[in-house]
């Protein structure tokens, strides 16, 4: 039976000893083509491709973990329950993904809800090279646990203690301050937050306090005062009780900032509703990606989030951790990507008396 080339082709075992022979280089160079750990020239790198190109070759990961007492995998730590995928894990998923596989690892997925217990499960069994952890409590339970572990840990989110922590996450005191600056720039007096759902509140999550702070100390440079009602819960009924509330008393609000993403259109509808525009009756400030604000009817003025690049960041230095070879790791500590505010329809330039 006659075999032609590219079944025989398909039955050998190419290895990278045989790239390197064909594109007349050292294995190690070929090593450092397939990974980017070193710089390689233009030329050099073609040529290894061909080779890899023409024999089909694919390196095999198991014997790739044996040898450097890597898995190439990332462990990431994603939060569940709640309506957390329908307001930005999202986005933050599809970029730690492929800054993963641009480095040639993939990605293991863990809930949050295994606790501290699932780091260690991810440490002893050595499953990963390197931890990601998001959605971070304020007293997040699963920090003391993070020194005793092998693999580098990278937060993204900051607890109330980050001493000792690798930390990325959106400057969300920043962003409070923003939101209440534009307010009161547009002479606001009467400014009311929305606040985030119970199930938000209950996780701890350390991003609610930090808005708040931001927003008391604007209120406090600008001479106002804020107020703050609780949303019951992400829906129409629930942005309907809040919008009341804000809008009831002597003294209704003339300007709302939302911090919760998927809260947004609910209380750009519940205005609505009540005879209200927003952008001409009264002031909507939401915090929430450009993209979102952009999409919702009326654009949204708003403080961005900016989940994409916050994941780019983390995963440069996960990977900075990894790739140390000469002793100096980047220095634990806090890394803020800063926002910025758009001003859109919703924001009324001309208060009425």
Sequence with gaps: ???DDDERRCQLMFT????????????????????????????????????????SYQPNAGAQALASSRTRVIGLVVPVGGDLGNTGVVPF????????????????????????????RLDGRSLCDAIVMMVIAARDERIPVIPSLR?????????????????VDIDFTQA???????????????????????????????????FQRGVNEAAAAAGIRTGLVQLP???PS???????????????????IVPHTSAIPHVLGALLQRGMVPGRDISVVGHCTDSAAEEMDPAVTNVSHAPREIS????????ALLDDEGGNPPPHGVELVPSRLTRRKTTVTTLRP
């Design 1 to 3: 039976m006659r075999i």
């Design 16 to 55: 990278s000893k045989d790239v390197a022979r064909l594109a007349g280089v050292s294995q190690s160079t070929v090593s450092y083509v397939m990974t980017g750990k070193r710089p390689i020239s233009e030329e050099t790198r073609k040529r290894v491709q061909a080779a890899i190109d023409l024999l």
């Design 93 to 120: 998923l599809e970029t730690i993904t492929q800054c993963a596989r641009e480095a040639d690892h993939d990605v293991l997925l863990v809930t949050a809800d295994e606790g501290a217990s699932g780091l260690t």
């Design 151 to 167: 693999v580098p840990v990278v937060l993204i989110g900051i607890p109330d203690d980050p001493s000792g922590l690798h930390c």
């Design 176 to 210: 409070g301050r923003l939101a209440v600056q534009e307010l009161a720039g547009t002479g606001h007096q009467r400014i009311v937050v929305i606040g985030h759902p119970p199930h938000t509140i209950a996780r701890g999550n350390s991003f609610v306090g930090q």
């Design 233 to 235: 819960e992400s829906t």
């Design 238 to 256: 629930g942005a309907r009780v809040v919008v009341d509330e804000a809008l009831s008393g002597a003294e209704p609000a003339d300007g709302l």
């Design 312 to 319: 780019r960041r983390a995963m440069r230095t996960l990977f």
